[in-house]
């Protein structure tokens, strides 16, 4: 309080030993820089365990990390094609579409907003052949159908009561696309003498390594 | 959910599962619950690539969903487990630990349930015999049968378990307008399903099939046509199976007890408590604070047949065991010659308790570590008496313990004298909180094993161009010796890669053998540290 400032002026109001330093000794120097990134360690750490255990689990562990990218679970986004439509692109189906799930989980255990289109790998059966003329026919009554569904697809989003409808037009969109991925590309195969590398386009080549090359390549 | 977490989490599921995951994931964790539009909106991804990563999460269990706010008319929330993702980190430990107890089927059967998330009984016993039948010599393939009982084994001690049904999937085939979507709040165990662990019937008989080269593929795409049709039928259909990692952690806690008691007493005594648990395995809960009591006649006669001790021995240990301070073992009654518990919580406490001591030891030596430790002992106390107790000269007493104030190990707590805390009229005093110093120490080792990941990815990085380039080489070579080459054109390709390549490979790959160690190395802290934070806190 405003009593005591004249008397005593240089007197503390607590016990100044128990800072650390006498009252003539100066302050101890400001930091003039941010304190450095890695700080020398005054004490070492202590070595890392070793043993068959330890090993083993490494291992475990790098394989886990290897086998995990190959999984479907490993979700790639499509590459945003930047150039014109080719016609090499009907041939390649290699590279992952984003509209199609690469595993088929099952749907009565997830929310119905979620169910996308499973997506079939290519079969090369050669034995499926003779299944394509009766395949054509039913073909166009299926586009027909497959339209109805999506427009009603559309249209039932929330409603609830028509969700067994849903369950059953699902089932049957599901088989539809496998019919007619295998029967096109059977039928693209037939038509073509060459190999399927014959329509790599180049795309992968150097596709990684665009960090800094904003002029044009000669 | 802490930034360290999140920024773990982030790392790890960029790790298992890609970037779009990954971004998904984290936006989901920041923001809480959201539905499925609002994510995709704010993500900026494309609606399938959402759809994709959701049900990704949904598989692995580290997603659910629930009815959102507007009730069960509304669109769906959903909202990430956290402590699932980082459970991530323990899968090497988890498998590990079923190869121990289980063999090499074990070890398979509880590998492939982790990389799938969640997977029926019946491709799980096939996808395993193919993988074992694979690695046999030629002629011999696995039979179904073992398998399977591999896998009753691990159900029947609840290592694995059947995935939750949700509610909607009770509601009966007449379509009723009500859809009982479970709501986001209630939580419902694994284990409230009250056939949690009981296997399905199947009629599942063969072998595994050896994976042939190519010229088989159309017999093999036969076959697997033919298995999927068979799946329908096999009996277990919308029976899913998960890891039980409460029951994995359970054990990991028992195994921490059984090592420490070893350690600080004697083999003998480690087996002691080792029998103990395995008595009260199936008796004890979960969350129990100790054990059944059990009376030292039953000790003495479930102990194994080739530790030969004599009765009265057995009481010495036991005695031992419960003077010792670190009290593993109480005695809470006389009968049937002695009831004895083991403290789980208290071993816990004390375990964290340990850790905590040697981490300040590790950094700040042994006087720091010196002064820590009697701060817990004694809760409260002046400067003064601090350096009078740990008999350090007052000058590095101040400086200590300004050092551990300043990374926030120790706290001071002031008491005054009056009423206006005139500094020369309040006692101060120092002291250590066991609880949130453990709380503090698990966030320092979550940025840790951050860390670890990151310099991993950057040295990767880094390296590129030089791993690609030896991984081309191996497959060159593994061709050329398929192919049958001679010696010189061998060397000459392995000359491919020059001297000071290779040294630079080397020294790539022992560091990130060295920075993986580090991983599962701090993992085993951050689990004692996570099981006594969660000893502490109330069941729910």
Known sequence: MAGNRGRGRSQFT????????????SLPSSAQTPSPLFPPMQFRPVPLHTGEEVDYMLALKQELRASSKNLPFHIKAARTKTDVARYSDKYQNGEPKNNCIEWSPDWSRMPKELCIKVRKTRKTAIGARPQLTPKVAAKKEEVLQKLETLEKREEEQHSEEEEDEEKKKKNDEEEEPDADEDYDEEELEDETDYIMSYFDNGEDFGADSDDNMDEAVY | MTAQEVRLCGLLLQEHFGDVVEKVGTHLIRSGVLTLRALAH????????????????????????????????????????CERILHMLRYPRYIYTAKSLYGDTGELIVEEILQRGQMTMSSTVKTVADRLTHNMPEGQSMDYSEVVSAFSRLVETHFLQRCPPLASAESSSSGEVNTPLPAVTKHTEPEDHPECYKLPYINLTGQGKRRRSSEDGEAEQRA????????????????????????????????AIINAVSCKLDQTSGEIVRTMLRMSEVTTSAHAAFTQALSANEIFRALPSSYNIARPILDQYLTLLVDDPMEFVGKTGDSGGGMYVVNLHRALANLARATLESVVQ???????????????????????????FAMVPAKEAKDMLYTLLSENLVQLQEIPKTPDYAPSRTFYLYTVNQLPTARLLLQRCYKTVGNLIERRLYETKENKRLLEKSQRIEAILASLQATGAEAEQLTEVEEMITAPERQQLESLRHHINKLDSSENQVDETIFLLESYINSTQAPR
């Open chain 2, 362 to 388: 590790e950094r700040f030596g042994s006087r720091s570590a010196r002064i820590f430790r009697l701060l817990l002992r004694k809760r409260h106390l002046e400067q003064k008496q601090v350096e009078d």
């Open chain 2, 224 to 255: 697997a046509k033919k298995a999927k049709t068979d799946n329908s039928e096999r009996g277990d259909e919308g029976i899913y199976w998960q890891v039980n990692f409460q029951r994995f952690h359970l054990h990991f806690r028992d195994q």
């Open chain 2, 42 to 81: 704010e993500t900026k991804l494309p609606l399938d690539l959402v759809k994709k990563s959701l049900c990704v999460l949904m598989q692995h269990g580290m997603c659910a969903f629930g009815a959102g706010r507007r009730g069960p008319a509304g669109p769906v929330e959903y909202h990430i487990i």
């Open chain 1, 14 to 25: 607590f016990n100044v030993d128990a800072l650390g330093f006498g009252r003539g000794d």
